[in-house]
């Protein structure tokens, strides 16, 4: 894969209905590619998982296209209530993390607001006929009209993908669950909270092991939750967590069992002329993401992503501003509640890119090597395969150019918050309220 700082993208394709009729079900909370990049998950509000696959011919042909079809969509989480609580549980999918594939069959978690599922998603394209106890449509036969033995033989039949529930792991979260992340040894996982990081092992569904905890004895003295958890890509006893106060911890569980001592702590300190009333809220980190080296790490607050070094504590060695203009507009933000949305960030499959989005439809590409960044919008009125991306530009007083938006006029309703990087190539996958937008590198 190419550095990317010269790349330009082009669109790809669309998926989805037009903005006219959406409803809050059709919006789509998380998305993420598996680890060859032939599969892509989106889960909704609605509870639904939509699985794509890469289109076979799409991903041959010379310039290969990053293009994806429908391959499997199924019901993940249902609406249920808390009697206990008096609490209505949302079906919101809020992430969804692929198991590295170990047979024909490919394995995902899901997960909403309290319990995780662990998916199989397998084909069928055969059939067995010719049952002795049973007819073909399933009834079963009388014993005393059966005379002879019958060999049942095997069909072809028209593809099926069938997506089942293999273990569903729940009651172990007070609070609303925002992590979950797939330990380098495949038999474990973590899922996080506000409060507390849970281990699971994938076949034991009636225990887990609390390994975080960071709930204080007394509930006033709280002063900072757990905003996103993610094992390390190699190293299977390390971990890190962020917090709403703008720290990153890294925990090594052959140090002890429960982590509350970690054992880095990442954390830059405030620059003192841009304190502002809202300063802690825009520190807070919505998303943290370990590179697929697993040498760096990126984290992102309201207003910037920052790029670590896991052998450096003190300070970032990268901070790009995502949408520095806001700035001044902070309070009109907290005001509409804008300030407290979580936008999440991904690395690109070699880490020398870094992706996140913003407001109007925009999204940013970061090149780590050029020091390159651009801001492109996902909007139907591009969806043509193979439209290059015009770069967009927001101004922020003054006499405005031919091709730039006024940051008065960036409409806040649209919001990118989730997006995925193919792992392999430059192809990124972008969620905008209810459509899927992929996008390639013109090659």
Known sequence: MAG??????????????????????????????????????????????????????????????????????????????????????EEKINKIRWLKRKNPAHFLLSTNDKTIKLWKVSERDKRVEGYNTKEENGTIRDPACITALRVPTIKPMELMVEASPRRIFANAHTYHINSISVNSDQETYLSADDLRINLWHLEITDQSFNIVDIKPTNMEELTEVITAAEFHPAECNVLVYSSSKGTIRLCDMRSAALCDQHSKLFE?????????????????????????????????????????????????????????????????????DCIFDKFE?????NDSAIMTGSYNNFFRVFDRTTKRDLTLEAARDIAKPKTLLKPRKVCTGGKRKKDEISVDCLDFNKKILHTAWHPSENVVAVAATNNLFLFQDKL
């Open 268 to 336: 830059e300190p405030e620059d003192p002329t841009n304190r502002s009333f809202f300063s802690e809220i825009i520190s807070s980190i919505s998303d943290v993401k370990l590179s697929n080296s697993g040498r760096y790490m990126i984290s992102r607050d309201y207003l910037s992503v920052k790029v670590w070094d896991l052998q450096m504590e003190t300070k970032p060695i990268e901070c790009y501003p995502v949408h520095e203009y806001l700035r001044s507009k902070l309070c009109s933000l907290y005001e509409n």
């Open 4 to 89: 990317n700082g010269d790349i330009q993208w082009c669109f790809s394709q669309v998926k989805g209905t037009l903005e006219d009729d959406v409803t809050e079900a059709d919006i789509i909370s998380c998305v993420e590619f598996n680890h060859d990049g032939d599969l892509l998950a989106t889960g909704d509000k609605g509870g639904r998982v939509v699985i794509f696959q890469r289109d076979p011919i799409s991903k041959n042909s010379i310039p290969r296209r990053g293009e994806y079809n429908v391959y499997s969509t199924f019901q993940s989480h249902e609406p249920e209530f808390d009697y206990l609580k008096s609490l209505e549980i």
């Open 345 to 349: 960030c991904c690395w690109s499959g």
